[in-house]
């Protein structure tokens, strides 16, 4: 189901249209509040309207926005080695090489 058929007509939001919007996302707004969200709401729903009319279907997905730019990529090796054996012969119990700690909740 689209976000148009949720909220009906999606080019002009009613009162009723954000109150349930409100009720969904457990906001609270006051009635002086109310013709605030219903203009901002329904202007950002004109403009994912808007957007959604765009021809995109000729555009190829890029993996910088910038022209002739790439992404720098750090060498994938070891930097640092395992320590844990180290840092657990300082702790008071270990098992199968996780830290035993007292149980609080019965």
Avoid: C
Avoid at 24 to 38: D, F, G, H, K
Wanted: aromatic residues 4%; glycine residues 4%.
């Amino acid at each position: 189901m689209s976000w148009h058929a949720l909220l009906g007509n999606p080019m002009n939001l009613t009162r009723q249209d954000v109150e349930k919007i409100a009720h969904l996302a457990r906001l609270s707004i006051t009635a002086q509040e109310m013709p605030v969200y219903v203009t901002s709401l329904s202007s950002i729903v004109n403009f994912v309207d808007e957007l959604s009319r765009a021809q995109t279907g000729d555009v190829l997905p890029m993996a910088h926005p910038l022209d002739g730019q790439h992404q720098r990529l750090r060498a994938d090796v070891v930097s640092e080695s395992d320590h844990h054996e180290k840092y657990q012969a300082n702790a008071p119990a270990v098992q199968a090489g996780l830290y035993v700690v007292p149980r609080v909740i019965e």
